[in-house]
């Protein structure tokens, strides 16, 4: 790296929404119309989702950098072999990323949602925002599209809202759900079955909706209570909503 960034040079994390290409903010498609580089992760033989709901505002000249997961559940994630990987990955995305900014160019790495939330983009900041200039623009997440998109009033007043991963013990999902009047239940996947069980344990199935690829064309929203599938798609999560004392 140089001792210091050229004086164009600059990096954003710029939130590509949940999905529709109408939900991007005015400033996040001014900057992908401008960028010299961006830069999206996927899954190594994958498209990029973020990509995918920007790719008419990608200019003609503007350099493609694909950072392509090494891993992503072929691994247990609490594995020492994971962390290395994953770590490792974050590095070299990094560094690719460092070498354009060190070229004077102005680097969009696009996050699914808002950047710094379960954004992979936030490993690049950490790494890169204490040495480039840096701007982060924020994201219409996937739960606020998803709970607009059903119609969901999802809490008011003193109610609690919790964000949980399914990637969390059943019987700890079950206590957390106890504990909150609403809450969002992200990264489904396999998990789905466990998760519509710790609901039903907490007494929540009433209350609890499914949402797939909410905000998109091919969305679907229906009561967890009536799903039969056993996994979800990427873009899936559960809704699990407050607002039980309506004035």
Known sequence: MTDSPAPQARLFGVG??????????????????????????????????????VAARIPAAAIDLPLLY?????LDRKSAAYTA?????FDDAAAAVAGHLDAGRRV??????????????????????????TEVVAGVTAMSGCWSAAGVPICQGDDIVTVLPATLEAAELTRRLADSEAAVIMKLGRHLPKVRQ?????????????????TMADSEIIPLAEIGATTAPY?????????????
């Open 16 to 53: 590509t929404g949940p999905g529709d290409p109408d939900l991007l903010t005015v400033k996040a498609a001014r900057l992908i119309e401008t960028a010299d580089v961006i830069a999206y992760f996927a899954k190594r033989g994958h498209d990029s989702h973020a990509r995918r709901a």
């Open 70 to 74: 090494p891993v992503t559940t072929e």
């Open 85 to 89: 990987a994953i770590g490792g990955f």
């Open 108 to 133: 969009v790495v696009l996050s699914e949602g808002d950047p710094l939330f379960y954004g992979s983009y936030m490993h690049i900041h950490h790494r890169l925002a204490g040495r480039y200039p």
């Open 198 to 214: 710790a609901i039903h344990d907490a007494g929540r199935l009433a209350d609890a909706t499914y949402v797939a690829r909410g």
């Open 235 to 247: 873009f899936a999560l559960v809704l699990v909503a407050g607002w039980r004392d309506r004035p």
